[in-house]
């Protein structure tokens, strides 16, 4: 059961529940806190991207999982600007796999793909699929739309290149986390309109999905740690280019249209202000005739999707997902 803090709103009368994470996800945050991280907006783009993040808590608490894959490697895929990093994670067994294009988070602007290693690396043995995970440019270096343009060129090198590294070309889903989450949709979304093999299943991780904070879970969990109001502001401001392109539905999906898209699979944590946002993807989707699977984990937080080692909730998110993919890659 999830314990609740009450907090009165002095301008109205509505009270909120602030919701205290379950204790081994509180170990995470408290390592995270003994580490030293301090809020981003009150630090540089450079003092931001040095700092401890909540996978390195992790790490620090959890003994290293075993690598239970053929071959890891990084190589070099075509972006929209220039050649981009990427890592290859290969199941064991013989091919031609199905492949995965992962996207990872950050706020467009924090994060690599070495932060984010965990959930490809553990999701390309379970779902017995290739993962190429994605080092799309980051802010402010490379404003909107340059994470969302490499993110598309970067699915499409992978349509044409899957038989060169064993995968096959007939399946091949994307996936992401929290931004990553919504550089995946707007994979989907972007190849459906230039009438592109759509991928076969878009698996979103507490996606980015709206632009408007005034949702319950934002009012929660503004305060919530590791991702709160301040911190997505913060991405917003770093990353686009005017007020205007919260407007842009690449930024706020909910004014998307998701017809015609493969199935997909949303997971949401109660602990982060972007619950209820994904959950309201997950409506419109489905009313757009989109097969949609969704969970929303509760007592945990946002970054918790990668954290099989410490938390029951992602091993058992982490077996939600595979399945839905494997479903969708007909296994």
């Known amino acids: 059961m999830v314990k609740s803090i009450l907090i009165v709103s002095l301008f109205s009368s509505t009270v909120f529940a602030a919701l205290t994470p379950n204790p081994q996800m509180k170990k995470v945050l408290d390592k995270l806190d003994e580490k030293g991280a301090r809020p981003v907006e009150h630090l540089s783009v450079e003092e931001a991207r040095e700092q401890p993040s909540a996978p390195e808590a992790v790490k620090a608490i959890a003994p290293k999982p075993k690598d239970n894959l053929a071959e890891v490697k990084d190589i070099k895929i075509q972006g929209a600007d220039g050649k981009l990093k990427a890592r290859l994670y290969r199941p064991k067994g013989k091919g031609p796999f199905p492949v995965v294009v992962y996207y990872h988070g950050g706020g467009w602007v924090l ?72 550089l995946a949709l707007n ?25 408007k904070m005034n949702t319950s879970s934002y009012k929660i969990n503004g305060d919530a740690k590791p991702l709160n109001k301040a911190k997505m502001n913060w991405y917003f401001s770093k990353y686009l280019r005017s007020p205007q392109d919260k ?17 997909a699979t949303i997971i949401t944590a109660e602990i982060d202000p972007l619950q209820v946002e994904g959950r309201e993807l997950a409506e419109k989707m489905e009313r757009q005739g989109v097969e949609v699977t969704y969970r929303n984990y509760e007592g945990v937080t946002h970054e918790f999707f990668g954290m099989t080692g410490v938390l029951k909730e992602a091993q058992e998110a982490q077996n939600e997902a595979s399945l839905k993919l494997q479903k969708s890659f007909g296994k």
Do not use: C
């Not at 290739?130 to 440019?137: C, G, L, Q, T």
């Not at 994979?187 to 632009?211: K, W």
């Not at 539905?249 to 909910?254: A, C, H, S, V």
């Open 111 to 182: 994060s690599d793909i070495d932060t984010y290693d965990a959930t490809p690396r553990s999701l390309a043995a379970k779902t017995n699929a290739i993962f190429i995970a994605v080092e799309y440019r980051r802010a402010p270096e490379d404003r909107f739309p340059a994470a969302h343009d490499d993110a598309f060129a970067a699915y499409q090198w992978v349509l044409k290149n899957a038989m060169t590294f064993d995968g096959d070309p007939k399946k091949i889903a994307v996936a992401g986390e929290s931004t990553g989450g919504n």
């Open 247 to 263: 407007e842009d539905p690449r930024i706020d999906l909910l004014k998307a249209s998701f017809r015609g898209l493969s199935p």
């Open 187 to 211: 994979v989907a979304i972007m190849a459906r309109d230039q009438s592109l093999q759509i991928p076969i299943h878009e698996l979103l991780i507490y996606p980015v999905a709206s632009t």
